[in-house]
């Protein structure tokens, strides 16, 4: 059974940084896409980033572009979601999801998800 438990939420001040972690467990990840995706209070979850464990390919929203970036241990069948420059905007509570095929940005693709972990930036 695949199991995704997030970790490395928190509070952070405007312009700092936060790297979560997604480590992923139950099975091989190969011919899997992984995602972050983030739900703000009384808004829907929304696309992050997503890495294809093959062959690391990444996509991200037009809003953290340039900002977050998205990586893969494979030895630690882990993902990453390092997060620079960090606004309030980006306060909400961060999932980590898996899907059997290529990146996708819509979260009806992904069959797993983990449990969240909220991030807080303060202004």
């Known amino acids: 059974q695949v199991q995704l438990v997030e970790s490395g939420g928190g509070l952070v001040q405007a312009g700092g940084s936060l790297r979560l972690s997604c480590a992923a467990s139950?099975?091989?990840?190969?011919?899997?896409?992984m995602a972050w995706f983030r739900q703000a209070p009384g808004k829907e979850r929304e696309f992050v980033a997503a890495i294809n464990w093959n062959t690391g390919t990444t996509s991200y929203s037009d809003s953290v572009k340039g900002r977050f970036t998205i990586s893969r241990d494979s030895a630690k069948n882990t993902v990453y979601l390092q997060m620079n420059s960090l606004k309030p905007e980006d306060t909400a509570v961060y999932y980590c999801?898996?899907?059997?095929?290529?990146?996708?940005?819509?979260?009806?693709?992904?069959?797993?998800w983990g449990q969240g972990t909220q991030v807080t930036v303060s202004s």
């Open positions: 999801a898996a899907r059997r095929g290529g990146n996708a940005p819509n979260n009806g693709a992904y069959n797993y």
């Open positions: 139950g099975r091989t990840f190969y011919g899997y896409a």
